[in-house]
Every structure is written in C-alpha cells, then in structure tokens.
C-alpha cells in the first residue's frame, strides 16, 4: 500500500533552534517528493521539490534530503523563526498508468517558541 | 498570495444538497488541481485537469465530478452531500501537468461544512 508517514506528530523548539523532521515512503513508483509548510487554515506553500536523482535541496533555511534507498526524507529547518510556526507536510508523487498521483503524508506540527 | 482564486470562502448547507467550488489559476497556468483537507484524513488528491483535460484521478468519490472550462478556469462539483464531506477543499494550479517537478500554487481554500 503506499503510504507517507511523518515523524514527529508535533513538535516544539525555541527560536533561533534547529530542527529536523522525518519522512518515509513505501510509494511505488516513486516520481519525485516534496515538502509544503502550512499554516493554520491557508494553502499549503512548497518548499523542495525532490527527484530520485537528489540527495539535497536548499530554499533558505530550509533543506530537504532524499535517500531513495531507504525511502526516507528529512527536512532541516535552520536558526528557527517564530513564522516557522506551521504544519510541514511531506508528498510523495508517484508515476501510475501514465498519470502522476499525489500521496499526503499527516504532517508535523512545528510550534517556535519565543 | 499564490494567484490562485478561490471562492466561496466559506459555504454551509445541508446533506443530501449540491454545491459547486470555483477555481481561477494563476495566470499561464494550465493545470488545476483538487485536493480535499478533512481532520481525520488530512490532505487527498481528488483529481487534475490539464488545459480543459481529465489527466489524473485520485480519491474522488463518484458524487463528486469537475470540469476545467476554455479560460481554464475549473469548478469542483459536489453532490448528494454528507456530514463526512465537510472540509477544505484546496485548488492549486501549475504551469504544466506534467507532474514531475512541476511547482503547484495553493488557493485559499473553500470551508464546506455540511449540516
């Protein structure tokens, strides 16, 4: 079955902190994953966008890693701000009868303390 | 802002009743995307159309149905709804539909809450 799972379920650090946040995939044929920061109640916003092919991808202080032999993903946040406050979700894409299809992992729950 | 519109913002009605979700795209953008946000399930891919085409299906139930029209801008519609069809639902747009590493830009979002 193709899943994502997200670790962990939430998560609280103070600012200026680092933080890393796991992904894990059993998608088949996996395509390429992502990373999306959402806050409460608006649109999920994309952070990396990853193919099998990449180890490491940077936006800011964020970066995102793949190892598609494990089928696990980690997003770094560095030197937290307090709008890193969020929900993180990770998306696995996979390429089926043609058509590329989205699976949801349930997201972290960052929480940046002053 | 994303550029992606979405409206209503907001929509409450009974079971049983039909509504329909609107979408505009950035502009350039040919693909639209549906996604459903609920609490116990979180974020689904419903269904994308490619420049007025179905080209993916994901977990839409057989009551729902949409369509992207010539301007490309696409309507989600919903029918014979449930208490469990409350939710957000997301449209997001991407310049191709190829999928692969094709950025997606998120609406809003419409609230449905089902009574």
């Known amino acids: 079955k193709n899943q994502v799972e997200q670790s962990p379920q939430s998560l609280i650090i103070l600012e200026g902190k680092n933080c890393t946040l796991q992904c894990n995939y059993t998608v088949s044929p996996f395509s390429n994953l992502r990373w999306y920061k959402q806050d409460t109640g608006r649109g999920p916003v994309s952070l990396t966008i990853m193919t099998f092919s990449e180890n490491t991808k940077s936006n800011g202080r964020y970066t995102a890693t793949l190892d598609a032999d494990t089928k696990q993903s980690s997003l770094h946040i560095t030197a937290s701000q307090l709008s890193d406050s969020a929900s993180y979700i990770c998306v696995v894409s996979l390429l089926t009868s043609g058509t590329y299809k989205y699976i949801f992992g349930t997201g972290t729950r960052l929480k940046v303390l002053a | 802002d994303s550029g992606v519109t979405q409206t209503p913002k907001h929509l409450i009605t009974a079971t049983g009743q039909r509504v329909t979700l609107r979408c505009s795209p950035r502009s350039g953008d040919l693909s639209v995307y549906w996604y459903q946000q609920s609490l116990d399930q979180g974020l689904q891919f419903l269904i994308q159309?490619?420049?007025?085409?179905?080209?993916a299906k994901g977990n839409i139930l057989e009551r729902f149905s949409a369509q992207q029209f010539p301007d490309l801008h696409s309507e989600l519609n919903l029918s014979s709804l449930e208490l469990g069809d409350s939710a957000l639902y997301f449209c997001?747009?991407?310049?191709?539909?190829?999928?692969?590493?094709?950025?997606?830009?998120f609406g809003p979002g419409t609230r449905l809450t089902v009574l």
């Open positions: 159309y490619y420049n007025g085409e179905e080209r």
């Open positions: 997001a747009s991407s310049l191709l539909g190829s999928g692969y590493t094709d950025t997606q830009y």
